[in-house]
């Protein structure tokens, strides 16, 4: 009896290990542009899913199954069914988390996930992307009006949406790429201590060129706060560094 529990619960772990690995990866490849994952929760989710549905099915497959057991189908399928409604969850999950924008307003980026972000407001059409977008950088140009800014101040104080957040202010990260390098962190104070300075070598040997060539922004999400690096000349973010871009005014 032992051997078939056993024979049953691995192929069911073979199967589970398949369909995770085609969902996460297929998220992972389509949503989740590499240089933000180290910033986002994708990671913690993914484990979870791993966890639940390569532990949880085999297992109760492993309990429940007896070959001439009548009502082995019927076990089967509930296991079956609680197993994908814990997957089809997950999935979810981690589409709600994947970033769309990455949006830069007054000195910093924010990734604003699905689950945030509103692409149906966006006045510029090039920002009207659906939510299966992933990634696409965004500035966002405090609006001209002073009762506008106001009322953005407010909203913003009273817990709601802030700059980052409103896409009808978004504008082309290109056509405003001169503010946003005026706000870059000076490299030399940014790599000043042994840690950060192995980061920035390692950074400059993967991406060739003088540490000036690059402009450095805090990067803010939910998980954590890091360094993207953009390309001065193409404006394209081409790192993200595990550097804490509050902790310079401490130093």
Known sequence: MFKHKLKASLVHLGLSIVLVGLIIGSILFFFFPRLFIAVSDFKEVASLIVSIDLILGPLLTFVVFQPK??????????????????????????FQIHPVYVTFSVDRFT??????????????????????????????????????????????????????????????????????????????????????KNKAKQFLSKHKGQLDSFAYLPLNSLKKDAIIVLDKETAKPVATLDIDPWSLSKK
Do not use: C, H, W
């Not at 009548?70 to 409604?85: E, R, W």
């Not at 009273?158 to 990260?173: A, I, K, N, T």
């Open 69 to 94: 057991k009548k009502s082995l189908t019927f076990d089967l399928s509930v296991i079956a069914t609680i197993q994908l409604s814990a997957l089809t969850y997950g999935a979810f999950a981690l």
């Open 111 to 196: 990734l604003v996930t699905a689950k945030d972000a509103e692409p149906k407001k966006a006045i510029d059409k090039a920002f009207n992307v659906s939510k299966f977008s992933a990634g696409k950088l965004a500035f966002a140009k405090m609006p001209d009006s002073l009762e506008k800014r106001n009322e953005m101040l407010f909203i913003a104080a009273m817990g709601g949406e802030d700059l980052d957040q409103r896409e009808e202010y978004y504008e082309s990260v290109e056509d405003n790429l001169a503010q946003i390098i005026a706000k870059s962190l000076d490299p030399n104070i940014l790599f000043k201590n042994k840690k950060e």
